[in-house]
């Protein structure tokens, strides 16, 4: 059993996940190699870093390992084209779709309890003085990270 | 009373909140009429489209009316630049500080019920289907809206 709120935020975590994939579907594989704007990442390392962000709520969530520990190099402590060989968009896409797959699988089973919960990232001690320092936030956090790259993405819209 | 998870969603209302503030504490004001990327928005405008979008709140969560319902042509229905007279920065900036207020007054006084609520652009019959549509998830939306932005934002800041 969970709040209602909980549900809420899952839901819109889902429809972040959705809104991402919406854009990585539209257009050919070629064209995600645009920056997004001038100067600024490649669509492709904002997927490998929604995907390397994402990952590491499973450990953060104790949740288990990350899936793709090999993209936190390459999308999170690296900026763009610091690494040269990096994974294509199709595999990206294919672990975007595998880890939202997996995560979501967790998140159903995670009681309102567990959410309310701290995360591995705060010590037992801080939480007891910040107790909204929980799973949740982690989750709200994410969200948010995801909405934020998302109004970068839109700009591989071509102008009217 | 109301459910932690509601305070938490408030709580990274206001994080957003404070992370658009400081974005347009940075600069001197005529730098806000610089577009966050080539042929995309001024930040000027989407400051005025933040303010008229989370003033929409006031209506939408049964609150009162618009503080400034004149944004909502100028920095919503209308596109940037379609507008010849806009509010100067430093009034906008007065607008959001002053919205913000009155909406943390209100979140602050709101029952938990009342967040579990419908809004006021779903009908009672409808929301009898979807209760998920009540005025958390107004809230969880304009969120994720003002981190959309944000992303954008960051764009003014100059590269390295």
Redesign the interface.
């Known amino acids: 059993m969970k709040?209602?709120?909980?549900?809420?935020?899952i839901?819109?975590w889902e429809g972040?996940n959705k809104a991402i994939t919406d854009i990585f579907t539209k257009y050919d594989d070629d064209y995600y190699f645009n920056e997004?704007?001038?100067?600024?990442n490649r669509a492709i390392y904002l997927l490998g870093h929604l995907v390397a962000m994402n990952d590491l709520m499973l450990p953060m969530l104790d949740l288990g390992e990350q899936l793709y520990p090999e993209l936190e190099n390459i999308f999170i402590t690296q900026p763009d084209r610091a690494v040269g060989e990096i994974p294509s968009i199709g595999t990206l896409k294919e672990y975007w779709t595998k880890l939202n797959e997996v995560l979501a699988g967790h998140f159903g089973a995670l009681s309102g309890a567990a959410w309310?919960g701290r995360h591995t990232r705060v010590s037992e001690e801080d939480f007891q003085k910040e107790?909204?320092r929980?799973k949740?936030?982690v989750l709200?956090?994410r969200?948010?990270?995801m909405?934020?790259?998302?109004?970068?993405l839109i700009?591989l819209t071509p102008?009217a």
């Open positions: 709040d209602q709120e909980i549900t809420q935020v839901r819109s972040q997004v704007a001038p100067g600024r309310l107790t909204l929980n949740l936030n709200i956090g969200i948010g990270h909405n934020y790259h998302r109004g970068q700009f102008k």
